[in-house]
């Protein structure tokens, strides 16, 4: 699926390419962007995520598809969006996503997520969308919410985050679950 490019009317998303590098590891040393995500660690850790996202993608893969978004109007790099699929025995992928925080509270997380819903579940033909919310990222829960996801569980003190525990809060989407309007 090289050749995958979703739009929307005010962005593109395309699969990450080697020259992203820079912008990978941006949003990975941005601490805003990662609070709720990971601890920091070192630029050969991120550069092995990096790579694992390089490889050809297919919705029986096992790695995640991570497409740079781009905002339309000034050319601007603004986050990445994925899938990680699972197909055995599920048919379901789990969605991730980072903006970066001068892009944030403007839609543009929803408006990226839903081309990647609509590509995942219309496209690919995913029984299944779920994600992963460390508790506490509220912006997060709203926008799953927002997008028709339901909160199907918290794991109690199920992520160790910069020396704190966390609950994990598990969402998931059906097709027929998403309401209607989307962006």
Same mark, same amino acid.
């Given at each position: 699926?090289? /050749?995958? *490019?979703?739009?929307?009317?005010? %962005?593109? #998303? $395309?699969?990450?390419? =080697? &020259? ?22 070192? /630029?050969?850790? @991120?550069?092995? !995520? ?12 096992? !790695?995640?598809?991570?497409?740079? $978004? @781009?905002?339309?109007?000034?050319? !601007?790099?603004?986050?990445? @969006?994925? %899938? ?6 599920? $048919? ?9 925080? &001068? ?9 990226? @997520?839903?081309?990647?819903? /609509?590509?995942? %579940?219309?496209?690919?033909?995913? !029984? ?12 997060? $829960?709203?926008?799953?919410? *927002? #997008?028709?996801?339901?909160? =199907?569980?918290?794991?109690? /003190? ?11 809060? *598990? ?13």
């Amino acid at each position: 699926m090289s /050749d995958l *490019k979703l739009q929307t009317s005010r %962005l593109i #998303l $395309v699969p990450i390419c =080697e &020259s992203d590098w820079p912008f990978f590891l941006q949003l990975y040393r941005d601490l805003q962007v990662m609070r709720y995500i990971s601890e920091q660690v070192s /630029d050969a850790v @991120v550069r092995s !995520h990096f790579e694992s996202r390089l490889q050809q993608w297919h919705t029986t893969s096992t !790695h995640w598809l991570c497409l740079t $978004v @781009v905002e339309k109007k000034y050319g !601007h790099q603004i986050g990445t @969006v994925g %899938l990680r699929p699972r197909q055995e025995p599920t $048919v379901q992928a789990e969605l991730g996503y980072k903006i970066l925080p &001068s892009w944030q509270g403007q839609g543009f997380a929803s408006e990226a @997520v839903n081309a990647v819903l /609509d590509f995942a %579940l219309n496209t690919c033909r995913f !029984h299944k969308i779920t994600a992963t919310v460390t508790a506490g990222n509220d912006a997060s $829960v709203k926008l799953l919410e *927002k #997008l028709g996801f339901k909160k =199907e569980s918290c794991l109690r /003190d199920n992520y160790r985050l910069n020396g704190l525990w966390y609950d994990d809060l *598990k969402f998931g989407l059906y097709e027929s679950e998403r309401p209607q309007n989307q962006i």
